[in-house]
């Protein structure tokens, strides 16, 4: 049974943030979907205004990918992950064992193009920067919205975030912050110039 995609439309059920309460919910198939755009965002960037050559297209795909794996893990939540060197390496392991549970799930003839997207390839090493810049940037925009609607739970985890993101040192997620990140802060009217 093939049941590849079966399985990735389960992403919606996987809730994020679990130790923090929420105002708004978000799925892994919600964060996925924003990591995948600012990767390919953060890609194009790095084309036409740092004149590198970055492929906009496989930094999406690896964006939508990248959290797959907790469609059977669950999301661990970011201090356990990280409490110490043993967690994270047992985690890791983990991790490579869903994503050879999910590559068993596609036809054979399928399934190296996926091993392409869920085992690192070492060409793809910037663009998974790029994809680590995603992820942070949207763990950021969902603390700035959780913020703006009173809920101070996030205010720690955006400073921390926006830390990691500033230590990542990376030209494009730089520019992503300069040219994008005032809008999170406004409204329908003021995002549309009231034409909405």
Not at 104 to 128: G, H, N, T, V
Request: glycine share 4%.
């Amino acid at each position: 049974m093939n049941s590849f995609f079966a399985m990735m439309s389960r992403m919606k059920y996987i809730d994020r943030w679990a130790l923090m309460r929420n105002s708004r919910d978000e799925n892994l198939s919600e964060h996925s979907l924003e990591v995948s755009m600012i990767a390919h965002a953060l890609a194009v960037i790095g084309t036409t205004g740092l004149k590198k050559e970055l492929n906009a297209e496989r930094a999406a795909v690896l964006g939508l990918y990248h959290d797959a794996t907790e469609i059977i893990t669950g999301d661990m939540p970011t201090p356990v992950k990280y409490y110490n060197t043993e967690i994270k390496n047992t985690y890791k392991d983990i991790e490579r064992k869903a994503s050879h549970t999910l590559l068993r799930m596609l036809p054979d003839s399928m399934q190296e193009a996926y091993r392409r997207i869920f085992e690192k390839q070492s060409e793809d090493d910037y663009l998974w920067k790029l994809v680590k810049a995603a992820d942070k940037l949207s763990a950021y925009i969902k603390c700035v919205e959780e913020e703006q609607t009173g809920n101070l739970e996030f205010v720690r985890a955006k400073e921390q975030t926006l830390c990691h993101i500033r230590q990542m040192r990376l030209p494009e997620a730089e520019l992503f912050l300069e040219y994008f990140m005032d809008a999170y802060g406004k409204n329908l009217d003021e995002l549309t110039g009231g034409e909405a």
